[in-house]
Structures are given as C-alpha cells and as structure tokens.
C-alpha cells in the first residue's frame, strides 16, 4: 500500500475518534448566558432563560447530554426541569448539537419562589450518556441570587370592602297641603281651611316647632289658576289667591306661636299648563291623546286655549273634572329631622347598643380608629341585626385588617349567606383567598364584585402575585399605596412610584424599603441609606433582608 495513502487513512481514523470516541470535556462558564441574572421574582416564581453557546469541536458525536439547572440557597438545593441535548451519531428525538459547528442551547428554568432564596446560586449539573455509559461532569455557575422586590406585594395589606352605613343626621321632609278655590274666586273657602288635609298640615308644621328635634326649614306657597279664560284675567287671579293664603297663613302662625321658620315665599303660576298636561294624561278622558297633541302644537296659552274649547264634545268633561282641580294654593312645609350627635351615638352604644338604629350603630365604627372599638361595634351590630349582612362583612373587614384571616372568612361568608348579590362581601371572600394563594377562588370572587372603588386595589395585587405588571399598573390607578407604589416601581415608572410613595399619608417600614429600593435602582446612595434607616427603625427584621437583597449589592448596607 502506498505509504501516503496509508497516512491518510490513518490520520481519517484518529479524527472519527476525535469526534466520537473520547468523553465530553467539561462545559465552561463562559459557554452560557442567564436572563436575568440575577434571578427574579416574578409573581409567585423566579424564572429564567440559560442560553448555552456550544463551540464547534466540543459536542462529542455519540454523546447524549442531560442538563439539570439547581438552584442552592439556605443548605438546600432544588432541581429544575432537565432538558437532553444529542451530538449527530445518536439516534433520537433530542436538540442535536453539531461537532463540527457547535450551536445553541436552550435551557427554561422556573421555581416557586422561598424568601431564602434571595441568597442563593444557580447551576447546571450535566449527566453525559456514550453508549450506556454515563458519567458526570463538573457543575457550572450560571447565576447569583434572586431579586425579589416583586416579593413585597402583600395582600394583607389592602383593605377590604366596608358595607357603609345610610346615617345621616339630617333628614329632609316635605309635607304638602291644597286649598281649592272656586272659579274665578280669590277667597278662601272654610271648608277648605278645616279640611283634613290642611289640620294634617297645620299638625306637622306645629308638632315639628315644638320638637327640638325638628326645624322648619321654610314654608312656601304657589298659587294657580286653571288654564281657561284670558291670561290676563287669570294672572291677577292666581295673584290675588297667592296674596290671600299667604295672609291666612301668617294669621296661623302667629296664633299658634309659631316664629322659627327659616323664610315664608310665595310666588304665582297664571294658568297650570304643566299640571292640566299631567292630569289629562292620567284620566280616563276620551280624545285625550287629541288634548295632548294640542298643547305639544301649540305653546301660546290663548291659543291652546281657544283650541281646547273648539273640542266641544270633550270641554265639558274637562270643565267638570280636571279644570276644577288646577284652581288651587299649595302650602309645602319644608322640616329637617335632626338625628342623634356623634356624641350621643357613642353614649348610647355604651350604655344600651340595641336602642340604636343599625345605621346609627354602624356610623358609630366610624366614629374611631381603634380597631377593637370598631370590632365590638360591629359584633354588636352582628348581634342586634343578623338579618343584615353589613355587620358580619364590617366584623370581617376588621378581623382581616387585625390578621385574623380565618374569622374574616367566616364573617365573610355568613354575610354572603344573607346577600350573595353584595359586591364588597365577595370581593373580601377574595381577598381572603388571594392571602391564602388560592388566586382561582380569588379570581371568580372578583369577578362579581364589579363597581366598588376597593376593587382596583385588590385586583393590583392579584395581578402582581400573576406576574403581570402592566394590568397591576392599570388596575391601581392613582391608589396611592405600597402595593401601588411597587407596581410602579416593577414598571420602571421610578417618577410616578416615588410620587405615588410619597402621597401615602401613613407610610410604614414597606414604605421606606421601597423608597430606598427606588434609591437604589436611581443609583441615589443617600436616599438608599436615610430611607432603609426609617424602614429598620419601624421593622428590625428589615435589617436581615436588606443584608440580602441584591437591589443594594451597589451599596454599603451592612452598617445599617
């Protein structure tokens, strides 16, 4: 054989051998890219994307390659899901990756997020397979620790819905009277002064006068005349009636002593029009649609009128029923019904809760900002009306913003069993679930609580906890809340969360934390370290936490 053809040959050999029989090398560091890096929380998880870049001359031909990600924090470890890659020798279904070209890997890695995970390191184990034989090679950091700012969003910390009380403590009344008059008349008939009608009135306007309780607001009268004959004629008829109840009226009061009523007015209506339209409507009257087309022809009151009397067959009946009823003064005596002050609200919850009304015993929670004052409230609410669902959803909001989850829930659903329809009942039963990560029930809670204002707030953590910032954003709107705040943040709104962080009229240790996580990520050093400072003042355990968390890696922290 010819010696160089023999060189060849042998030169071919070695490089099949090259190419599959020897082991897999190690895979360097440098061979692969995490997205993020460092990990982050994103909803309830912390995933990423590792990209392998395999070089040419590396991925042995017969070799099948299982790559494990694992996640070590806390003296643990977690494995992700492995993904198997093959070079060109191997028959199956896997990636293959070229010898001679290399190529690119893909690697997807998800865990639920532990808060002991914001100290912790990502790596990927690989399992090499030639042939039935297996062997393991050296892991390969691809990543340190997990962000975990969207962490933060807390659904303890919205509010839930209040079932609010109808109090008010001044209630308007109207009581109205009228005295008919006999066409073409002025005078004021006997028979109409002592009319039921008018000793009713005359009662209320003198009981409310000796009721310290109640205040007349103001008497008025207006004074018609029906709307036939000359306008003229009847425009100083309705005057003269105007002019003759009001000196009946002022002759009354005085008589029964009557001196505080706010103002006495009186004013006139020449002819009825808007009430001879509303009479027919309701009558019985034959042609009436006929009547009723007149006057929407026709706006002069001549005219409407002449035209009205032209309809002989229907003008007599209307003379005789309708017209007679336009010819009159209505007296209106507006009363205001006092309720009880604030203080005596209070008195009487602690004295004797069942002799108040359950608005006045619900407007008494109101009336302080000790939440065990508010409990007792509305358990005595519960207590003295458990036919009304807004004492057990009230004793719920309550217990929830005390902590008390399980109570809340069983407040919740006893006022759901008595209104299932009420919106703010159902969206604090997903509040609850939200809590307890039970985002389903949560979801189709909200889902009918549509309308209430509370609602954004709720639905803005349930976004943030799906990991979908955008509709947490818009879901809050100008919510001026940490939950809020951290959306923003999340968003890289840095301008609008530390306006929205500012405006909270109560900031807590969170508040702070998140103003100096937007310190941080505005590389503003002072503000990192003046607002961490508040935040451990308020909450200690923050100390340990911000030891952790990546959002300082920049900053000294560690004297804090």
Do not use: H
Request: glycine share 6%.
């Amino acid at each position: 054989m010819d010696k160089k053809i023999a060189f060849s040959m042998l030169l071919g050999s070695a490089v099949m051998l090259t190419g599959c029989g020897k082991k897999m090398n190690q895979f360097a560091a440098d061979y692969f890219s995490t997205n993020p890096n460092p990990l982050e929380v994103v909803g309830q998880n912390v995933p990423a994307t590792v990209t392998g870049n395999i070089p040419p001359k590396f991925f042995v031909k017969n070799a099948t390659v299982t790559v494990t990600p694992y996640l070590t924090f806390d003296n643990q470890e977690l494995a992700g899901s492995s993904m198997t890659f093959q070079g060109e020798k191997v028959r199956g279904n896997n990636r293959v990756i070229s010898y001679d070209n290399g190529g690119t890997v893909t690697i997807p890695v998800n865990y639920v997020y532990q808060p002991e995970m914001q100290k912790s390191e990502l790596y990927l184990g690989f399992t090499v397979d030639q042939k039935g034989k297996q062997y393991v090679l050296p892991r390969v950091k691809v990543a340190d620790g997990v962000i975990a700012t969207a962490a933060i969003a807390d659904a303890a910390s919205v509010d839930p819905a209040l079932s609010a009380d109808k109090f008010q403590r001044i209630i308007n009344e109207k009581y109205k009277a009228d005295i008919l008059f006999l066409i073409n008349v002025a005078n004021l008939r006997d028979s109409q002064l002592n009319s039921d009608e008018m000793k009713a009135w005359n009662q209320q306007v003198a009981d409310a006068n000796a009721d310290n309780r109640r205040e007349i607001k103001e008497l008025n009268i207006e004074s018609y005349a029906s709307p036939d004959g000359p306008y003229d004629f009847n425009a100083q008829l309705a005057e003269k009636r105007e002019t003759n109840t009001k000196g009946y009226l002022e002759k009354k009061l005085k008589k029964d002593n009557i001196t505080e009523f706010g103002e006495l007015t009186a004013n006139f209506t020449p002819e009825d029009w808007e009430g001879f339209q509303k009479l027919v409507s309701e009558s019985n009257i034959q042609d009436k649609d006929l009547i009723l087309s007149v006057l929407k022809m026709y706006k002069d009151p001549e005219v409407r009128d002449r035209e009205i009397r032209n309809m002989s067959s229907v003008f007599d009946e209307l003379a005789e029923t309708i017209l007679p009823r336009l010819r009159y003064s209505r007296l209106t005596a507006s009363i205001d019904v006092i309720g009880k002050s604030d203080a005596e609200i209070n008195q009487a919850f602690d004295s004797n809760p069942s002799s108040l009304t359950i608005d006045e015993i619900l407007y008494a929670a109101t009336l302080t900002d000790d939440l065990n004052r508010k409990k007792s409230i509305y358990a005595a609410a519960a207590k003295n009306y458990p036919n009304d669902y807004r004492g057990f959803n009230d004793l719920g909001m309550v217990l929830y913003q005390q902590g008390d989850f399980d109570g809340a829930l069983s407040n919740f659903k006893k006022a759901a069993s008595i209104n299932p329809s009420a919106p703010e009942v159902q969206m604090n039963q997903g509040l609850v679930a939200l809590v307890n990560n039970d985002f389903k029930a949560a979801n189709q809670a909200f889902g009918k609580a549509g309308g209430i204002p509370e609602l954004g707030s709720a639905l803005g953590v349930y976004y943030l906890q799906q990991g979908d910032v955008n509709a947490a954003v818009k879901a809050f709107g100008n919510d001026k809340s940490n939950n809020a705040a951290l959306a923003q943040l999340l968003s890289k709104d840095y301008s609008k969360a530390k306006s929205t962080l500012s405006a909270i009229q109560t900031p807590d240790a969170t508040t702070y934390y998140l103003m100096a996580v937007l310190g941080a990520r505005t590389n503003n050093e002072q503000m990192v370290t003046s607002n961490l400072r508040q935040a451990i003042k308020l909450d200690n355990k923050l100390a340990k936490q911000a030891a952790n968390d990546l959002e300082f890696a920049r900053f000294n922290v560690s004297n804090l």
